[in-house]
């Protein structure tokens, strides 16, 4: 029997082959998605993980105990949290610890320019040359041994005299710098205004209550001591209200130095070299 071709035949073909063609790729096109999908999801689950592990941080993130350790007799238990902060940010914002820990001598004049110090940090020493009474005082700051000659002649009874005066000196220096020291203590009182300004009070109390305590009023943005004042002991009365301005950057630290109203050290220079013989010989 005759088949009569009416091209039927061949038109379904056609329709098949297309539609296979097009089932090809179409399998061809959902399996790239579905990979394309795959890498994205691996690529995010990877990120997510990633952010979960690290540590979170934030924009002004205050220095761990690690970045600026208190000195061994720092009396941590009396210190309040928010004062320890605080007196990190300050040091931060004056250079940061690592860089002031890698100052060797500092030098500089007393306010009228009669007094002269030398300082050697890391070795802790003193020399004090004093015009007014013709005196040289050399210091062991570590054992607390003072020796003194006035007029060529040794002096001891002029020897605890002699420490203190440093000590103050030294505060007036670069106290932002030293407020985790041995026998200190820190505390913070809030919010004090000074000269229509508003500043974060941090107040150094030293281990010798006979000492008086230290005021220090903290710029609140810029985290530096724009004024400084001393309370006796038991008086609420400030002996003295004064700035602590003009911060020159020398050794990559923040240096106050020929401050307002004539008042502070003045000359203050880093020095990287000193005669040994300053701290050991008259």
Not at 58 to 80: I, R, V
Request: hydrophobic share 40%; glycine share 4%; net charge neutral.
């Amino acid at each position: 029997m005759w088949k009569v071709n009416t091209g039927l035949d061949e038109y379904g073909n056609g329709i098949s082959r297309i539609i296979h063609s097009l089932s090809g790729i179409l399998i061809t096109f959902t399996q790239y998605q579905i990979d394309k999908f795959m890498r994205a999801l691996l690529f995010l689950l990877i990120i997510g993980f990633t952010v979960s592990c690290s540590p979170e941080k934030t924009k002004e993130e205050p220095l761990s105990a690690n970045q600026n350790p208190p000195e061994e007799g720092f009396d941590l238990a009396a210190s309040d949290p928010a004062a320890i902060q605080l007196a990190d940010s300050v040091m931060q914002a004056l250079g940061g610890r690592s860089n002031w820990d890698k100052v060797r001598f500092v030098t500089w004049k007393s306010a009228d320019g009669s007094v002269t110090y030398y300082w050697d940090k890391q070795e802790r020493r003193a020399r004090v040359e004093d015009q007014n009474d013709a005196s040289v005082a050399l210091l062991n700051l570590a054992s607390g041994e003072t020796k003194v000659q006035v007029n060529n002649s040794d002096d001891p009874a002029k020897a605890a005299a002699a420490k203190t005066a440093f000590s103050k000196a030294l505060y007036e220096l670069a106290l932002p710098f030293l407020t985790k020291s041995k026998d200190f203590s820190l505390q913070y009182m809030g919010e004090d205004t000074l000269a229509k300004q508003r500043y974060n009070s941090l107040v150094v109390i030293p281990k010798d209550s006979t000492a008086g305590r230290y005021k220090l009023f903290v710029d609140k943005s810029e985290k530096l001591v724009r004024y400084w004042s001393f309370y006796p002991a038991a008086s609420n009365a400030a002996a003295f209200v004064l700035p602590f301005d003009n911060y020159q950057k020398q050794n990559e630290v923040l240096i106050s130095a020929n401050r307002s109203q004539g008042s502070g050290p003045k000359e203050v220079k880093i020095e990287t070299e000193l005669a040994d013989k300053l701290f050991t010989e008259f």
